[in-house]
């Protein structure tokens, strides 16, 4: 794991860093973030001159560290080299435990602005609609949320009650990630119902730590990383809600239409699909399901077979 130094912005390897040794940031990319090969050349003194946002992110990610007390800090964008298709791979494999070991994360929300509302401008962020910041969100304990000023606006634990309502995450996994093993496969998948990613992988990959899924990353493998997901979940699981989907989805979350593969030629909607759904938009009616509803159906033992599903 590269952590960068807090005090010089040096990058250092790591093999097994100490739990609450580091602070690590959680934000939304744009277009001038700083990749691992150019920050290694920052560090040797020729500063990114394209990239002067990212590279803000990553000194002020450093320097609220220090105020931590705190000697390293991660930042996705430079800490991680993406040349190399393994490092990634264990990187995002990782990713959910290492922002669960950090000692705080730092939420950057870079379209709210320091005037505005909090409750209001949150709710609308980009950070908030984004995939991979869900699983940013509830494996950390300590989350301090920053505007784009770098201004503290909240945190977490300050604000449990809204943060629930506003994401449908349930206030004891906001609370403590390890309870996120009694909420229903279906009710985890509806959190991701209305988050994007850029790529279509990384609809599965942003979810793997939610179910505690290890898997290789397949970039070009497109919709197949969602049903690999699902069939890796299916192997290590009891819980029938992985099959409470409905394609009936809100025309609002529906896919663009040249991203549409279950629709026939003339454009109607086909009766028969397969046991998995096709992206976790198809969970979005799922919300509401809790344990005291599921009953029998959270461990009863089922088969994937070649023909579909024997419970």
């Known amino acids: 794991m590269w952590l960068i130094n807090s005090r010089n912005m ?6 097994n860093p ?52 705190l000697a390293y800090c991660w930042v996705d964008t430079c800490c991680i080299d993406k040349s190399s298709s393994a490092e990634l791979s ?9 922002y669960k070991d950090a000692a705080v994360c730092f939420a950057y929300l870079s379209d709210v602005r320091a005037g505005d509302s909090f ?17 940013e969100l509830i494996a950390p304990r300590n989350v301090e949320f920053y505007d784009a000023a770098w201004s503290k606006r909240s945190s977490k634990a ?14 004891e996994v906001l609370e403590d990630c390890t309870n996120l093993s009694r909420i229903p496969i279906a009710r985890r998948m509806s959190w991701a119902s209305m988050r994007k990613t850029t790529r279509i992988e990384d609809t599965a990959y942003c979810l793997m730590g939610i179910f505690d899924i290890h898997m290789p990353m397949i970039y070009g493998e497109g919709k197949k990383a969602f049903m690999r997901l699902q069939e890796e ?38 009766e028969f699909r397969g046991a998995f759904a096709r992206s976790p938009r198809e969970f979005y009616y799922s919300g509401n ?3 005291g509803q599921m009953g029998g159906l959270m461990d009863p033992e089922f088969t994937i077979t070649n023909k579909g599903v024997r419970i």
């Open 10 to 15: 040096k990058l250092e390897f790591m093999q």
């Open 233 to 270: 979940i299916a192997k290590q699981s009891c819980d029938l809600s992985l099959f409470a989907w409905t394609s009936n989805i809100p025309p609002e979350l529906d896919e663009p239409e040249e991203d549409r593969d279950e629709r026939s030629s003339e454009g109607i909607r086909e």
């Open 18 to 69: 100490k739990k609450n040794s580091y602070a690590i940031l959680s934000h939304t990319w744009g277009d001038d973030e700083v990749s691992f090969q150019e920050y290694r050349q920052y560090e040797q003194g020729r500063a990114p001159g394209h990239a002067r946002t990212g590279l803000e992110k990553i000194i002020m990610t450093c320097q609220l560290a220090l105020t931590r007390g």
């Open 158 to 171: 300050e604000s449990l009650t809204f943060l629930s309502n506003c994401t449908g995450i349930d206030r």
């Open 119 to 135: 409750g209001r401008a949150f709710a609308a962020s980009r950070w908030l609609k984004r995939g991979w910041t869900l699983q």
């Open 90 to 98: 264990e990187a995002i494999n990782s990713m959910f435990q290492w």
């Open 289 to 291: 399901l809790n344990r």
